[in-house]
């Protein structure tokens, strides 16, 4: 199926039915749990702390994505770069939708990790996401994918369980204290992300790059 005439169709779908297209292949997702609500929630908390310290990014939740004519997805969570300040992917219909790839997308998986971590990452690769999270929720891993290159690149937490992303620099998440739902240590690791050198650098080439 073509991107547009998912998109057609899905438009007259009941508000609480949620479906994406996956390389011309439609996905119909079950009813979510409690573990992922929660868990969603918690990355979510995360993420939205370093967004709001660091001009010109934008966290969207759930939020459709038109990735090619053959992808129409709304991941659990991605993290961009605004157009005016350089970044890979623009505004659609209206500024309702985003088109093109994100910098970082995240998604929470349980029934749907077979997906997550095959189909989904394939596709986000070749559609140009630099960078992908799935937070397996049985049993309990962190994936981080560095998808920049021609290869698949896991990235591995540091000596201290820490995560450390490429392209967003200072976006710190301590791995164990995001699955045990540890928000004070979730958020104290955050914080030395925001505080550390590449963060202000990070933040100084964004404003370089504004399109006034």
Not at 9 to 30: H, M, R
Not at 78 to 90: D, K, M, T, Y
Request: with cysteine; net charge negative; hydrophobic share 35%.
């Amino acid at each position: 199926m073509k991107r547009h005439e998912f998109h057609n169709l899905y438009e007259t779908a009941d508000e609480n039915f949620k479906a994406e297209l996956i390389g011309g292949i439609v996905f119909v997702w079950q009813s979510l749990g409690r573990s992922h609500g929660k868990s969603h929630v918690r990355l979510s908390s995360v993420a939205d702390r370093y967004v709001a310290s660091t001009a010109g990014i934008e966290v969207c939740d759930n939020s459709t994505v038109f990735l090619s004519e053959k992808d129409e997805v709304q991941p659990d969570l991605f993290i961009r770069v605004l157009p005016e300040f350089g970044g890979q992917s623009h505004n659609a219909y209206e500024s309702q939708y985003v088109a093109g790839a994100p910098e970082l997308v995240a998604e929470v998986a349980h029934s749907s990790k077979a997906i997550d971590l095959h189909h989904k990452l394939r596709r986000y690769a070749k559609c140009g996401v630099l960078e992908y999270v799935v937070i397996c929720l049985s049993p309990k891993r962190i994936y981080w994918f560095d998808l920049s290159k021609s290869t698949q690149q896991k990235i591995y937490p540091d000596e201290h369980g820490i995560f450390k992303s490429s392209c967003f620099p200072g976006l710190w998440i301590h791995g164990e204290a995001l699955l045990s739902m540890d928000y004070k240590l979730s958020m104290k690791i955050v914080d030395e992300g925001l505080s550390s050198p590449e963060h202000a650098l990070f933040v100084e080439q964004l404003t370089t790059k504004r399109i006034h």
